[in-house]
């Protein structure tokens, strides 16, 4: 299953390829940043051609997966219906075709005729991605996987709203971007069908720094099945996690800027001055995780899913830590404990919708949740938050 790992980074790139395309030419570009308004309103494609731009992608990666492994294209799924409606009223399909040709045609039914973007999208997505894997260790891998027995969850573009933004923030060593291109992620998250355990993540981020010819991505990779635990980062060092009423450092957390202002005051104490941080993209802040660069992500709301999770869950387990839902562990009468390093209760898992919702809530994380890489802080961090909210 080495070889499903290098297909997954190869698509990876090819979506942030994609994403950087719709964002460089002027054609596609307008098209993205555009509202029409008056009589032209009710042009759907122009106003969901950032959602167009996200069913590409992912109908790219269930399509270039697909025909590698076909026994995995029932159980690939994303963000995004891949049904839209054009001007003239008609429902189109949008997948992926044969040629460039093809898709080219099947796009342009979606832009009401736009032959011009239709034909710079089509390029884009048939166009092979050049990604040198100089990540040491993928080659050696051997995974004890069945393709049969896995499913894949897409975010196609993760912070979407980022994107669309396309603020470029000044990133500064050792220290999170809270808003702009760089928290726009794609996501690509592998688990196993009996369980929901994730087992094998993809993360690429597009627009990680900017040289004199454009934009330029990074990706990383983790693995986590059974005794193999894989990842393209180092684990970062662990801290202590003294309190500032103690004199130590204090944990680092990091939430959304909207997150409950009861859960923003019982972590304060933990944290030592600019020590809670705020961040877009769920994917990014558990991103700032794996990476170090935050200890902790808290969300106490259901408003993450699936897909922006599994992905990056995957790289998490692989260092030694985990994702859990916030609302079980609070609700926990007994004490856990870490197995392994993971959470011996309340690890999300991938397989099961809730039956009682609807829509994308089949597939949401109902409780929150809390990335973390430190079991000890991880306690910590629910322990404060027990009886706060």
């Given at each position: 299953m080495a070889d499903l790992l290098k297909l997954l980074l190869r698509v990876a790139e090819k979506a942030a390829n994609v994403a950087r395309v719709c964002r460089k030419e002027a054609p596609l570009f307008q098209l993205l940043v555009q509202e029409k308004t008056g009589v032209d309103k009710n042009k759907k494609f122009v106003q969901d051609f950032k959602t167009l731009a996200d069913v590409v992608i992912q109908e790219m990666i269930r399509h270039d997966v697909g025909a590698?492994?076909?026994?995995?294209?029932?159980h690939i799924q994303g963000e995004e219906s891949n049904k839209f409606e054009n001007g003239l009223g008609e429902s189109v399909i949008v997948t992926v075709c044969g040629t460039e040709k093809e898709t080219a045609a099947l796009l342009a039914t979606v832009l009401d005729g736009d032959q011009t973007a239709a034909t710079l999208l089509a390029r884009a997505i048939h166009q092979d991605a050049k990604l040198t894997l100089t990540d040491t260790g993928t080659d050696d891998l051997h995974i004890p996987l069945s393709p049969s027995d896995l499913g894949i969850w897409i975010d196609p573009i993760d912070a979407t709203s980022q994107y669309i933004e396309g603020r470029e923030e000044a990133a500064e060593e050792g220290r999170l971007c809270p808003s702009g291109l760089q928290c726009a992620l794609v996501l690509i998250g592998v688990y196993l069908r009996a369980t929901g355990e994730p087992v094998m993540g993809v993360i690429n981020q597009p627009f990680n720094h900017k040289d004199p010819t454009g934009w330029k991505g990074k990706h990383f990779w983790g693995v986590s099945c059974g005794s193999v635990k894989a990842c393209s980062v180092l684990r970062p060092k662990d801290r202590p996690a003294e309190t500032t009423a103690a004199g130590g450092p204090g944990l680092s957390v990091v939430m959304s800027s909207s997150e409950k202002q009861a859960v923003k005051e019982?972590?304060?104490?933990?944290?030592?001055?600019?020590?809670?941080?705020?961040?877009?993209?769920?994917?990014?802040?558990?991103?700032?995780?794996?990476l170090g660069l935050a200890d902790v992500y808290v969300l106490s709301?259901?408003?993450?899913?699936?897909?922006?999770?599994?992905?990056?869950?995957?790289?998490?387990?692989?260092?030694?830590?985990?994702?859990?839902?916030?609302?079980?562990?609070?609700?926990?009468?007994?004490?856990?404990?870490?197995?392994?390093?993971?959470?011996?209760?309340g690890e999300l898992t991938y397989h099961q919708p809730h039956i009682e919702s609807t829509g994308a809530d089949h597939w949401a994380n109902q409780g929150g949740l809390v990335a973390y890489l430190n079991c000890q802080i991880l306690h910590r961090v629910i322990g404060e938050l027990k009886g706060k909210f």
């Open positions: 590698q492994f076909p026994e995995m294209i029932d019982a972590l304060a104490p933990l944290c030592g001055p600019d020590r809670l941080m705020y961040a877009s993209g769920a994917g990014y802040k558990i991103l700032c995780v794996i709301e259901g408003s993450t899913f699936k897909w922006d999770s599994c992905g990056p869950h995957a790289l998490l387990r692989a260092l030694g830590g985990g994702m859990v839902d916030l609302k079980e562990c609070l609700h926990s009468s007994g004490s856990s404990h870490c197995q392994g390093g993971h959470q011996d209760q």
